[in-house]
């Protein structure tokens, strides 16, 4: 069946660094997703992808649809702390709804000690 | 209120009993889905709803989970005769249309199952 796997698992992120994650999978996605959990909370959608080369941005947020797509990266300029969380990705699974969405298993940010 | 509502927060229930998660979604949202999200993983899609019909029912893992939404608002999920294993968080999601990219989830439903 379909996955989404993202890269890297975890991360550490020190206070104004540039942060880079990514999602890719063996079959192609029309749309793809990328969504950040906080700790006891729901996903928040960050960032909707719609078409292959889309590259959209979202305050320091950039997410891009990669052009084969199978792949989506996004990048975090000049980190905060309350960047800190689990980002996720994610698309419509192939023959559900539009509904029926896959989830990677995330990218976990933590402050470097 | 504003957001998608979830209750209870947590549950605890023993190996065999039924339990049944409460969701109130946005106002005036039409779309509302039930994801499952287990320690260290992404959500799981269970069930979709259109209105008061389930559009899409396809994640529902087997016959012992339904789910309900009589009045094309709140929504119930039940789960009969739980196990270890449906312990998880279960969220909620509600969105205007059928579009789900424009959905908001809930805080979840923390289950346990001892």
């Known amino acids: 069946g379909q996955q989404l796997n993202q890269s890297p698992q975890s991360m550490f992120i020190q206070e104004g660094e540039d942060v880079s994650m990514n999602c890719t999978s063996s079959s192609i996605f029309n749309t793809w997703l990328w969504y950040k959990q906080d700790p006891g909370e729901g996903p928040v959608l960050l960032i909707a992808l719609y078409k292959a080369g889309e590259l959209t941005s979202n305050g320091r947020l950039t997410a891009q649809f990669g052009i084969t797509r199978k792949d989506s990266f996004l990048n975090i300029s000049a980190s905060i702390p309350s960047d800190v969380g689990i980002y996720f990705c994610a698309g419509p699974n192939y023959g559900g709804s539009q509904g029926n969405l896959i989830f990677g298993k995330g990218t976990k940010l933590s402050v470097k000690p | 209120g504003a957001g998608v509502s979830q209750t209870p927060s947590n549950k605890v229930t023993e190996k065999g009993k039924y339990v049944e998660l409460r969701c109130d979604p946005i106002?005036?949202?039409?779309?509302l889905y039930w994801y499952r999200q287990s320690l260290g993983q992404g959500p799981e899609f269970l069930i979709y709803?259109?209105?008061?019909?389930?559009?899409?029912d396809s994640g529902l893992p087997n016959d012992r989970f339904f789910a309900v939404r009589p009045e094309g608002s709140v929504s119930t999920l039940k789960i009969q005769r739980t196990e270890r294993g449906d312990s998880a968080v279960y969220l909620c999601a509600s969105s205007i249309g059928h579009q789900n990219t424009e959905a908001f989830f809930g805080q979840g439903t923390r289950l346990t199952v001892v």
């Open positions: 106002s005036g949202h039409t779309a």
């Open positions: 709803f259109q209105g008061t019909g389930a559009a899409d």
